[in-house]
């Protein structure tokens, strides 16, 4: 099974390196930074420490918008594995052998998502607690169990990616956990358990946003009072 590492990165000049060389280091087979036109020096870093930088515009000519969601809509059609590993920029605790734990179990045809199970190392994960888990817990009660549902770091099925849509911003992690256990059952999903995880906290003013479009997505994907979110279309029909 072949592997690649996705790491979407807006202006995270100081820590991407770090992140690049920790995802060469593991079993992968290539290492993709897909740079959504970074103001700092997040590209020339992360190629110099030896990943491929995907601009947006290189994957699909039409305008790119803001998000997490695109960058990683557009980094799963340039990445050429089997498998998907999606890391976030700026962690500081990555470890290789987690890009490795995340891709195995989808080894097993059954298993099309694997979500990084951890313990912080500080206080965070405010938008996973409070709008996350008891949005999760009313609506997808079978999906209840995952501990960190909007964890940076998981792995996934690239036909299954390929074939799913993706929300714009930070709705792009529970909109896809929905989607896999409703396409393909809850079963389809496991959870790999990775050492703790450190990286930079957000402020109340960056988190308020992102607990938003968050909140919409499940609700949006739950049917409730016609909500809509704002997403790019699977890149493969059925």
Known sequence: ???????????EQDTVAGVVEQCLASAADEVLVVDPDST??????AAAAGAR??????????????GKGEALWRGVKAASGDAVVFVDADVTSLQP?????LATPLQD???HLVKASYDRTR???RVTELTAKPLLRACFPELAHIRQPLAGEYAIRRS???RLPFVSGYGVEAGLLIDVASAHTPASIQQAQLSPREHRNRPLTQLAPMADVV??????????????????PAWVDG
């Open 109 to 111: 045809s059954t298993v």
């Open 40 to 45: 700092d020096a997040t590209a020339e870093r």
């Open 1 to 11: 099974m072949k592997v690649s590492v996705v790491i979407p990165a807006l202006n």
């Open 160 to 162: 299954t990616a390929l």
């Open 215 to 232: 909140a919409r997505t499940i609700l949006a994907r739950a049917g409730v009072a016609d909500i809509e979110v704002r997403e790019r």
């Open 123 to 125: 206080a965070g994960g």
């Open 97 to 101: 052998w987690w890009v490795d734990a």
């Open 53 to 66: 930088v995907v601009p947006w515009r290189e994957v699909d000519p039409r305008e790119p918008w803001e």
